[in-house]
Structures are given as structure tokens and as C-alpha cells.
């Protein structure tokens, strides 16, 4: 009896204290939701160093979520081909075919000036010369220097500063009465791309030192009557 009472004593202390334990213990789900609180926590706090950025379309008004390292990407995508288009029209470029003539006729209102033009000796000149005659480039520009030995006309600016440059083409062929040339500055490589001049007297010294791209055939007398600010009317070619 005495052993029964003492077997009897010990489980219902037992079944009390684990009573109290299982009352003052972590609950399970309270457990659960902490870790989970966290781990929302986690993913916002990257939200916010992280930023995603949006992208609208805008047939059909969805909104899709990009990454920062997606935009950044894009973008160098798009600049490289647009860079890559560039380049290929640089490497392309569109080329008329070039004007067959041996002949321009340099129209004023004192008479025609005919010049033969030297396409062997100097091609890109020649090219050049007929390209602008061909845009009507020359119409109305003025001779704006007249001297004892030259008239010099061609200029957008009409003051001898306009005009763009190209390379200056050297030859032997020698400057003469009557020889066509381009004006340049110091640099004796680079020539004016407008500006061009008629020797009316001697002007043997420019020889390998101007372009020298024709010669008068017919109108000299007209170009010895040319007085600052005479106007070019137009420049036509055969």
C-alpha cells in the first residue's frame, strides 16, 4: 500500500510538471511566423538597395518588372548597335558617279569666260570644281580680288575667308597666262575647296607650288575686264 501511494506520488508530480512545461514553453507557430517575419524583412531591406525598374508597354498596358543589371545591359546593347549603323554608313559612303567633262564656261554679266580643265593632272580638283557648278555652288558668288596678274573669285563669304579645304594636287604642268588654279593658304598640302583664280599676266612663279587645274581658251578678254564685286551668274560645263 505504502509502495502504491509513493508510485502514485511520483506520476502526479510528473504529469504537473510537464503540464507547466508545455504551458510556458515556445509555442511551434509562434516560432514559425518569427521566421518567416524575418525572412520578409530580409527580402524588403533588397528591395529597397535593389530597386527594380519598370518598363511600360504601351500597346497593351502591362507593366514588367526589369532588373537594374537587365536596363544596364539593354542600354549598352542599343548604343553599340547604333554605333555599329554609324560606322557602317562612314565605311559606306554614297558616292555620285563623277562628271565627264573637259570643258566649263564661267558665265558673267561682261561675257563668258571657257576654261579647258585638266582632269589627268588634277582629277579631284576637276571633280570638285564641276560638282559645285553642277549644285549651282557659283551662282551670284562675286570676283572679290582683281590685281594686274590675277582674278580670284568662288568665295560663299565674297571677302577671301569662305570655303572649305581639300588637298592640294601638285603637278608640273606650268602656270601661264590664262591658267586656272585654286587659292590656298600657308599649309602648301591643303587648298581652298571654292575659291579658284585666272592668271591675267605672267605667273610662271606658282608653278608646283597651286593647283593648276585648266587654262582659258576663249573669253580672256572678258576676264581682263573682271572688277572687284562682278558677280559669277553660273558656271556650266561640256
Sequence with gaps: MKYAKAILLILTVSLIGLTLSSCVGPDSRDTKLSV???KDE??????????PEKDLNLETGETQKKSNQD???????SMTDAQKSELSQQAVPTQSAPITATQATIQTAKGNITV???????????QNFLTKAKSGYYENLTFHRVESWVIQGGDPQG????????PTELS?????????GVARGGNIQISNDSQFFICTDDCSWLTGQYTNFGEV??????AKQIAIGDKILKISYQ
Design 159 to 166: 571677302n577671301g575667308t569662305g570655303g572649305g579645304s581639300m
Design 217 to 222: 581658251i576663249e573669253g580672256f578678254e572678258v
Design 71 to 77: 536596363v544596364t545591359l539593354e542600354g549598352k546593347i
Design 116 to 126: 579647258k580643265l585638266y582632269a589627268d593632272s588634277a582629277p579631284n580638283t576637276v
Design 172 to 180: 608640273q604642268v606650268p602656270f601661264k597666262i590664262g591658267s586656272l
Design 36 to 38: 518567416e517575419k524575418k
Design 42 to 51: 530580409s527580402i524588403i531591406q533588397k528591395a529597397h538597395e535593389q530597386p
